[in-house]
């Protein structure tokens, strides 16, 4: 409904929360207007945009109600004159009374839905106008005692509709001078009223509408500081929801590497385990090494050593499926993956290429006994869904004692954990 803007298509659901965010710019000025008296609050374009699509709906809703309701009242008065009054003042009321239902459902219509801030100040303003000129011309045919009568009912709607129609003040300010100008004009040509009187009726009434317009203004400045209230609230609310959600990448976040760390890891492997499928595979498990890290960090420092677990991290991240598969710092220079539905063939492929990966990046480990380079030895545990008496620790140990013996094999190597076969037979006996 602002001056400057149409109101989209969109802003049909006005009304509804959450607000858009705020730029920061806005969220400065809202800040300003909250902080500075309340009968001081202007609105800026962009703010009052948004605070009309956000009251657009309500505002449509008791426009549209109040339109259907005077034309409602007005036939049905009409129908009451017809039996209540004489035939020739009856007669006398229907050509202005037919004015008013068409305007104030025309106006109901165009209210149904968002239009541009012309098009609704059009509407409203030239609805009002033929609303209260068919209440007042009514009474002007009839004459007599109905003349000033229908020109105090005209103002009576010309106030109702200020009190509770939310609407730009300068609409509010035009339907008060109209229903003013309208009574003033018509009482002076009133034949029955001298102009002293005129001028004092006027003047009291003027003091009513002035009276209504300003409370309109009022309830108005309250409406919008209710709106930057939101605003600032769901703002705090925003930027809280951001700040939790930060706290939670760091603690499940390795600091160094930005991979998940262990503790992450671990949660994440209770859920999975109690989830897991009810056939085959459910999870492969690899546990990753950097052969001789420590020389590493004694020959070329513990900057070089940090940037060579950082690299280490990306060459396992993009070995693995990012979609599906887990990977972690698991403490020191050790890393964690854990293959969900994998069986063994592609469990050790998948360790093969990481710890090739790692050998091609040619990343410098001069004190390293294996060669000049860094090189990984990787141990790898599956489990699946025969291995009912397999725990999550258990194979984490697996993988830990397959790391263990392809450390003892020379390192830079793949090494699959195998169970004992009489350890396979007590399962299949229990089963």
């Known amino acids: ?31 300003r207007l909250l902080s500075g008296r309340t009968r001081d609050i202007r609105l800026t374009e962009e703010l009052r945009r948004r605070f009309d699509e956000r009251a657009w709906r309500q505002t449509a809703k008791i426009i549209r109600a109040w339109m259907i309701w005077v034309a409602f009242v007005d036939v049905l ?70 003349y000033e009568r229908h020109l105090n009912i005209m103002l009576f709607v010309a106030t109702s509709a200020i009190t509770i129609f939310s609407v730009p003040l300068a609409w509010t300010i035009a339907i008060a001078c109209y229903a003013l100008g309208l009574y003033f004009v018509l009482q002076w040509y009133n034949p029955i009223l001298e102009a002293g009187s005129v001028i004092a009726a006027t003047l009291f009434f003027s003091c009513g509408i002035v009276a209504t317009v300003v409370a309109r203004r009022t309830m108005n400045i309250l409406a919008q500081k209710t709106f930057l209230l939101d605003c600032r609230d769901q703002r705090r609310v925003a930027e809280l929801a951001d700040a939790n959600g930060r706290l939670e990448r760091l603690a499940r976040t390795d600091p160094l590497t930005g991979i998940a760390n262990r503790r992450w890891m671990m949660e994440t492997l209770e859920g999975l385990w109690r989830s897991g499928g009810e056939s085959g595979v459910v999870a492969a498990m690899l546990m990753c090494d950097i052969d001789h890290f420590k020389a590493l960090n004694d020959k070329l420092g513990h900057g070089e050593g940090d940037r060579c677990l950082v690299k280490v991290a990306g ?37 093969r290429r990481v710890r090739e990966s790692v050998e091609a990046a040619a990343l410098p480990n001069p004190s390293s006994g294996v060669g000049p380079s860094v090189t990984l030895s990787v141990g790898v545990a599956l489990k699946s869904a025969l291995d009912t008496d397999i725990s999550l620790a258990n194979l984490q140990h697996e993988a830990d004692m397959a790391l263990y013996r392809a450390k003892e094999a020379g390192r830079n190597q793949v090494c699959v954990f195998r169970r004992p076969p009489q350890a396979a037979g007590q399962i299949a006996a229990r089963r």
């Not at 969109?10 to 000025?29: Q, V």
């Open 315 to 351: 060459i396992i991240q993009s070995c693995v499926r990012a979609d599906r598969d887990l990977v972690s710092r698991h403490g020191g220079e050790e890393f964690l993956i854990v293959l969900p539905d994998v069986g063994e063939e592609e469990a050790m492929a998948i360790a």
């Open 1 to 31: 409904m602002s001056d400057a803007k149409s109101a989209s298509p969109e802003s049909s659901s006005a009304g509804l929360f959450p607000l858009r965010p705020l730029t920061d710019a806005m969220a400065a000025e809202v800040d």
């Open 77 to 146: 008065t009409l129908a009451l004159n017809a039996i209540l009054l004489p035939r020739e003042i009856a007669l006398s009321m229907v050509a202005p009374a037919c004015l008013l239902p068409p305007a104030a459902i025309l106006t109901a219509l165009v209210w149904l839905k968002p239009r541009s801030a012309a098009v609704q100040r059009a509407s409203l303003l030239g609805g009002m106008c033929l609303i209260l000129l068919s209440v007042a011309l009514v009474g002007v045919f009839a004459g007599g005692e109905y």
